[in-house]
Nanobody
């Protein structure tokens, strides 16, 4: 499984960014997938997930501002981030809950991450 994120960058507070995660060896529509974020010196933090049925879950800190979605035809996962705050600054990592032909209740594959900086 390979997960490749894109779309990160620098933005002013109040701005928006849309992250993308392209996968090989994993089908987003068949298993849960999600986004996590990590700040140096802190543990990786759950941001959002979407199940195979389309049920979405969000961390309280991003609820109402971030939207997770997927494009099944492109096998791509997205995270639309609006009303960004300085505390959203982190490396955002895409996660797959499973692999080719199986699903898990926890993430077991991770992308390399994409930096989001809000100033």
């Amino acid at each position: 499984v390979q997960l490749v994120e894109s779309g990160g960058g620098s933005v002013q507070a109040g701005g928006s960014l849309k992250l993308s995660c392209a996968a090989s060896g994993f089908i987003f529509s068949r298993c849960t997938a999600g986004w996590y974020r990590q700040v140096p010196g802190k543990e990786r933090e759950f941001v959002s997930s979407i199940s195979s049925s389309g049920t979405t879950t969000y961390a309280d800190s991003v609820k109402g501002r971030f939207t997770i979605s997927r494009d099944n035809a492109k096998n791509t996962l997205y995270l639309q981030m609006n009303s960004l705050k300085t505390e959203d600054t982190a490396v955002y990592v895409c996660a797959a809950f499973g692999g080719l032909g199986y699903c898990l209740g926890r993430p077991n594959y991770w992308g390399q991450g994409t930096q989001v900086t809000v100033s």
